[in-house]
């Protein structure tokens, strides 16, 4: 089994800047890519930013130049960095990862739990 633990959500004014955290723990051989996703009400899950295990990132082009992916392979861990925070950036954000099992060596997709970001003055 393995577990995606998120951190950092929270409530912000705009312009202010927050950090996400995912851990991965478990069973885990190796991770490919993370990425962080998220969804508003009412709207479908889209990807905000991605990166490969050997630092390749990808961005939505709305948060470009304001956020920023990362991670720690030593520590399963994925980042996102995101400054200069809008309104139109409230929602769930979701981690994401491509796990490739200890036992089965088979890649398959893990999720977090979700984290609530509201950015409201």
């Known amino acids: 089994q393995v577990q995606l633990v998120e951190s950092g959500g929270g409530l912000v004014q705009p312009g202010g800047s927050l950090r996400l955290s995912c851990a991965a723990s478990?069973?885990?051989?190796?991770?490919?890519?993370m990425g962080w996703y998220r969804q508003a009400p009412g709207k479908q899950r889209d990807l905000v930013a991605a990166i490969t295990s050997g630092g390749s990132t990808n961005y939505l082009d709305s948060v470009k130049g304001r956020f920023t992916i990362s991670r720690d392979n030593a520590k399963n861990t994925v980042y996102l960095q995101m400054n200069s925070l809008k309104p139109e950036d409230t929602a769930v954000y979701y981690c994401?990862?491509?796990?490739?099992?200890?036992?089965?060596?088979?890649?398959?997709?893990?999720w977090g739990q979700g984290t609530q970001v509201t950015v409201s003055s």
């Open positions: 994401n990862a491509d796990i490739v099992g200890v036992y089965s060596l088979i890649e398959y997709d893990a």
């Open positions: 478990g069973s885990i051989f190796s991770i490919n890519t």
